[in-house]
């Protein structure tokens, strides 16, 4: 196993990694919708806390030699399933067909005060 670690995404909250290689993959840990130069949450649009967070799990798949490009499975965690299509409407311009398996699912609260978390698994 291979630490991918970039100051061009939030520093990890916990005992994690920003993402690991390891036989050929990319595993990018959750990533939040946090501007990796200030530490701070963009906004409380969940569109634009969407752009950040895919903006992040780039820049640590970029670290890694890769991009979103090559995502192969993506988990999409949400406090409010109400916030749905918005957040599709935003995956579908930084993804591209085929589109990488996924699951999307409702969360009672994630880690910091935010509306989506995303975490990814792609080729090299």
């Known amino acids: 196993m291979e630490e991918v670690s970039t100051d061009d995404a939030p520093d990890a909250i916990g005992p994690y990694s920003q993402g690991i290689i390891d036989d050929?993959?990319?595993?990018?840990?959750?990533?939040?919708?946090?501007?990796p130069q200030t530490g701070e949450v963009v906004s409380d649009d969940v569109t634009e806390q969407t752009e950040r967070t895919l903006e992040n799990v780039g820049a640590i798949l970029e670290a890694a030699g890769t991009s979103l490009e090559n995502v192969v499975h993506a988990n999409?965690?949400?406090?409010?399933?109400?916030?749905?299509?918005?957040v599709n409407e935003v995956y579908a311009q930084y993804m591209s067909e085929p589109y990488p398996a996924r699951a999307a699912m409702e969360v009672s609260r994630l880690p910091?005060?935010?509306?989506?978390?995303?975490e990814v698994v792609a080729g090299l």
């Open 76 to 86: 999409v965690y949400v406090t409010d399933m109400d916030d749905y299509e918005a």
């Open 112 to 118: 910091i005060k935010i509306a989506v978390e995303i």
């Open 24 to 35: 050929g993959q990319v595993y990018v840990s959750g990533q939040g919708p946090v501007d």
